[in-house]
């Protein structure tokens, strides 16, 4: 890899690590103020919205400025948004201000991938950022649900620290010097070289500039597949977070706190199935993993008949603190199998798209069109569940739902992919 590429990394970890203590201690802040259990799926809301809104802007954003400034000033944006949190905004609206920030970084942290490295590197390149961003999304879920447990709680009472009069005050405080870090290592990314015309200037046209990229990846028949897929996949993921944290209420009984410490286990699956995909699937031959998209969709649904019920009253190992019962020690496997098949699935899949966006057009303008379809995937999956929600209806009925859904959408992939095979060499366009 090329100088600057671990510092890309590092830089990413942090950025991660925060963007997930912050997601854990913005739902305990909306428990504090005792909001209702539809209003926390309207928390991701207003932070997705961003990445539609704003989609037509932050390609050119990207690609304007060095990348490295890029991510300085989204990093700093994010912190402002902690800092807007602690002087009492609503969460929601707060959280908004983060959104933005995100939205202007994910253009420049997968658009500097293809500027600094060939496109043979790309999976590798992928992978590890990948499993950068899960080992970040473990340790993040698993700060943030360290900074409202109950020690949280008794240090927060007797320390009198300025600013901090609960534990949501004292994860966002921790979150907002987090990302003042991640600012930090931004500096110290190095210039790449390509430079872009600065299409900032005339913002008129960025609307329909980005109407023609939309049109040329979704007319693709390579990169509609993976566009496909990956918004499919990456949707999914977000409504699944908050999912997890409610499986985990529901199913097995945990507090938020120790919920998240199972939310965050996933991500060391995904860390494995990354590997995993690095080591054996090459660039051309990235399509075959489409049908482990399938399988995970089924995966799921099935996981929302897992839980305590299933287990003899009184079944586990308590001896001891480091000691749960049987149910929620066999629940750690099984989230990290299901991240592993996320991660094996979606890391050949990014990388396909990363690498024909990059050729089709420029690689901000190809990131900022994937955000677009993959944001508006999450506000539909999202708005879904808040509405399920007020329906009342059983959290593991959602969950087979939510399941099902991706398992067919994956399955209508399959057959059109294969279609597309029929017409045109796929293999020749990932080498174009």
């Known amino acids: 890899m090329k100088k600057g590429f671990y510092t890309i990394i590092a830089a990413q970890f942090v950025s991660s690590l925060a963007d997930n203590a912050l997601l854990i201690a913005a739902i305990q802040q909306l428990t504090l103020i005792r909001s209702p ?36 000033i989204a990093n700093a944006l994010k912190a402002a948004g902690c800092l807007l949190m602690v002087f009492g905004v ?32 790309l999976i590798a390149a992928n992978a590890w950022l990948e499993s950068a961003t899960v080992l970040s999304t473990i340790i993040g879920t698993m700060l943030g649900g360290a900074l409202i447990s109950n020690h949280a709680t008794r240090f927060v009472s007797h320390a009198h620290l300025p600013l901090v009069a609960t534990t949501a005050d004292l994860a966002i405080l921790v979150v907002m010097l987090t990302y003042a870090g991640a600012a930090a290592l931004n500096v110290g990314i ?39 897929v990956t918004t499919v996949m990456w949707g999914s993921a977000v409504t699944l977070q908050l999912l997890v944290l409610k499986w985990a209420d529901v199913n097995l009984g945990l507090s938020l706190s120790k919920g998240a410490v199972i939310q965050g286990v996933a991500g060391l699956g995904v860390a494995l199935g990354a590997a995993a995909a690095a080591a054996w699937i090459p660039l051309r031959g990235s399509l075959r993993v489409l049908p482990v998209g399938i399988i995970a969709g089924l995966y799921i649904a099935a996981m929302a008949f897992y839980g305590k019920g299933l287990f003899p009253a009184g079944a586990g190992l308590r001896v001891g603190p480091l000691f749960a019962p049987a149910y929620i020690m066999l629940a750690y496997p099984l989230m990290i199998i299901l991240g592993a098949l996320s991660g094996f699935f979606i890391v050949p899949m990014n990388a396909v798209l990363q690498h024909r966006g990059a050729t089709l057009l420029s690689a901000g303008h190809s990131i900022a069109v994937q955000n677009f379809n993959q944001s508006l995937a999450v506000l539909l999956m999202l708005g879904a569940y808040a509405l399920l929600l007020t329906t009342k209806m059983p959290v593991p009925w959602i969950i087979v739902l939510f399941g099902l859904f991706i398992a067919v959408l994956m399955w209508l992939a399959q057959r059109h992919s294969a279609a597309n095979a029929r017409k045109v060499d796929m293999g020749a366009l990932i080498r174009e």
């Open 37 to 72: 259990a539809w209003i926390t799926p309207l928390l991701q809301i207003f932070f997705t919205i961003s990445y539609v809104l704003l989609a037509p802007f932050v390609g050119a954003f990207a690609d304007a400025l060095q990348k490295r400034h890029v991510m300085f």
């Open 90 to 121: 609503h969460p929601m609206i707060a959280y908004t201000v983060v959104g933005v920030g995100a939205a202007a970084y994910s253009p420049a942290k997968y658009g500097i991938l293809t500027e600094l490295l060939p496109a043979e590197r």
């Open 190 to 228: 190095p210039d790449t070289g390509a430079r872009y015309p600065n299409r900032l200037l005339e913002p008129g046209k960025l609307v329909g500039e980005f109407g023609r990229c939309f049109n040329v990846l979704w007319a693709d028949r390579l990169a509609q597949i993976a566009l496909w």
